[in-house]
């Protein structure tokens, strides 16, 4: 319920955000979108989206015309520091608001927003350590230079020492348009080269589903598990199809991070506060958990995990 009046900006429709993705293809980053354009429509915003589809310099300058078009706030969707940072000062230094989704934008001034990647890693892999009772012979999907990814590694490092049982064995990864494809060719090679391995962690569902078609081409299900990250109506089939080796994967509702990330924008488009850093903490789904609850499509997910829904971060007051 709005408990204030509509600034005048918004009520005009005057406002444009510029939303400046690295990445936007795949399950993921696609609901991510769909969450961001629905609040902006529910909030009176133009959102104006480029990709740099996974080019850096692309990104960067799509980072500097946000800039020289003087949006009134700008989100900054994944990216790699160095290409990103210089343009972000610009926007700090010309007082327009950043918020910065899963990269570091160089500079307190900005908003930051992630999804608690240790968490997500530490929920996949407390279900890897049940399941193999501490040891395990394990594959590991992995690219550095993702901020989200280089945390959930630094969750993985963490738990490799304090599992010695645990022993990784290969490491593999590959961030594309066509990630979970070259992924499966990778998983597969992997797996014929280490024949002993019973688990696959795979953090980031592009990898996870990569991993799971290895697996089931190799017929190695009743074998290898595979734990990942991410959820997706697409990723609900794949965990839930018969003999599915993914077992379990940590994930927010990509569609509410994206909707925290323009409300985040907009109330410092009106001048609000907003934490310096906000997180949208994830939640462990199981196989097990979406059998158990008939859950077939990322809608159904909310009445079974309440926690995916997070309108108490950065809510707006006259929404
Ligand atoms: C290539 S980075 C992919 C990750 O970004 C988001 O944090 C998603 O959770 C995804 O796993």
Redesign the pocket.
Known sequence: RPTEQVPEKFAKGGVHIALVRQ?SSGD?FEQWLAGAQAEAKALNVTLDVSSGDDNNDKQALNLQQAVGNKADAIIVD?GFAQTIQPAIKKAVDANIPVVAF?VDPGTPQAVTL??D?HQ?ASQALSVLKQDTGGKAKVVYAY?AG?A??DRRNETWTQFKKDNPGIAQVAKIGV?NSSTASAVADQAKAALQAHPDVTAIFA????FAKGATLAVNELGLQNKVKVYG??VSTADIGVLTAAKSPWTATS??D?ANVGRVAVRAAALRVAGRQVATALKVPPTLITQQALRDHGITNVQQLAGAFPALETPDVAPVPWK
Do not use: G, K, S
């Open positions: 990445l993921y994944h899963d992630d999804q990647d997500i690219v993702f989200p990814l961030v953090p980031y569902d592009e990250a991410d994930a927010t990509p």
